[in-house]
């Protein structure tokens, strides 16, 4: 068998220059060479229901297939209740009764992009583990082409999207990010038909910077607000502002340019090595501090500040408001649509439901951005979203 190394190295150089169409293939061939029967790259839809394959040649010798699974393997795979599902939803290799087929994540950084499903005669250590050098190389190589290539969009995408969502869904930053020490997650929906809301977080010299933003309406001209208001955190927060600086211009840039659209934001930074996170609310919804498995009572309630976009020239700035986290800390940011979701029977999702749903799902050991999926999932099965809906779930947890 071929040396891992040169193996991956060989498939590295021959993906420069072809599309992703090309890519089920080499890594199919690569797979082969390091003693696989085959290798299959199925990639998450928008709302991480199902796994979708990209498109691939027939294996010459068909594997056995999980009871739960297709019985093709061009077809989408439901992330609930199969195996590929599985290792998908925990971030790790599932392997079948008989031993000849295996799914492994695909995870770029932090963030689940898919599972590789590999069928060989038998898995030993040795090849279980090339396949997990398999999978991150053909994450990477997916990634490379997803800004670009319409295969890829295609194959996350389960519906047509509105011109406004493919205005924020541009802007927005991947789901999840993260490291060692902390970790962003968020979720958007309706996610073909997000109008008003966004969110952002990006890291650099050792702090977490984030933001939820929920602009007023939910046509062309609320996805127009949000994204200016991206673009206006950005280039103020780049160029050494500060989070009032970057509410500051928020509101000036939406009342110059897109005038008559107000916005709401909870604008933050955390400095992962202490722990210390700040604040400003710009009336929204205020943040939950979770903690031990239970909010902290007001934890996070102060005075919002004004929305943005009305102009307030000489006003006074909005006030920072200041934490020092805990190891373990959650902080959960979310717009009202979340909290305003009825069930048939009109009642309100609420607060508490919401913290509870994630508490519960943080208690039953799932990760950050598996508590959001399944929250997301709670919520299209029991309520009817009436706005936009975003949540980002923050978990502090140095060394």
């Known amino acids: 068998m071929p040396n891992e190394d040169a193996v991956l190295s060989a498939l590295l150089a021959s993906s ?14 690569a797979g082969r060479k390091l003693g696989l029967s085959g290798a299959q790259v199925y990639l998450a839809d928008l709302q991480q229901a199902r796994l979708t394959p990209l498109v691939h040649p027939a ?52 963030e689940r992009v898919g599972v590789l499903r590999v069928t060989a005669p038998c898995f030993e250590d040795a090849l279980l583990e090339s396949c997990a050098a398999l999978s991150g190389l053909a994450t990477l190589l997916v990634m490379a082409k997803a800004s670009h290539d319409e295969l890829v969009v295609d194959r996350t ?26 970790t962003s997650t968020a979720i958007l929906e309706p996610a073909y038909e997000a109008g008003g809301d966004a969110f952002d977080h990006s890291l650099g010299d ?9 602009a007023m309406g939910h046509d062309l001209a609320s996805g127009g607000a949000s994204a200016v208001a ?8 780049r160029a050494g502002g ?23 934001a ?59 986290l805990q190891p373990g800390d959650r902080v959960l940011l979310y717009s009202d649509g979340v909290t305003e979701a009825r069930t048939s029977d009109g009642s309100l999702f609420g607060e508490q439901r919401l913290a509870d749903s994630v508490i519960r799902s943080m208690a039953s050991g799932n990760a950050p951005p598996e508590t959001l999926r399944r929250l997301v999932r709670n919520l299209h099965e029991h309520h009817r979203l009436h706005d936009d809906a975003t949540i980002m779930l923050v ?3 140095p060394h």
Request: hydrophobic fraction near 40%; aromatic fraction near 6%; include cysteine.
């Open 16 to 29: 420069n220059r072809v599309t992703a169409a090309d890519i089920p293939a080499l890594i199919d061939e």
């Open 59 to 110: 294996p010459e010798t068909p594997s056995p297939i999980e009871p739960n699974e297709p019985n093709e393997t061009s077809e989408p795979i439901q992330i609930e209740g199969s195996m590929a599902g599985l290792a998908y939803r925990t971030q790790r290799t599932q392997r079948s009764r008989d031993d000849c087929t295996a799914w492994v994540p695909m995870i770029d950084g932090v």
């Open 157 to 182: 995408r389960s519906r047509t999207m509105t011109t406004q969502a493919e205005l924020l869904w541009a802007f927005v930053p991947p789901r999840t990010i993260g490291t060692d020490d902390v």
């Open 206 to 214: 050792g702090v977490l910077h984030l933001a939820l933003l929920d």
């Open 230 to 237: 991206l673009g206006a955190s950005r280039a103020t927060r």
């Open 242 to 264: 500060t989070l009032a600086d970057i509410a500051t211009t928020i509101d000036t840039t939406l009342s110059e340019w897109i005038p008559d659209r107000l916005l709401t």
């Open 266 to 324: 909870v604008i933050a930074r955390l400095d992962i090595a202490t722990g210390q996170f700040t604040w400003i609310n710009c009336g929204h919804p205020p943040p939950l501090l979770i903690r031990e498995g239970h909010v902290v009572p007001q934890a996070m309630e102060f005075p919002a500040y004004l929305p943005l976009g009305l102009g307030l020239g000489q006003a006074a700035a909005p006030d920072e408001h200041h934490i020092r």
């Open 395 to 397: 978990r502090w947890h």
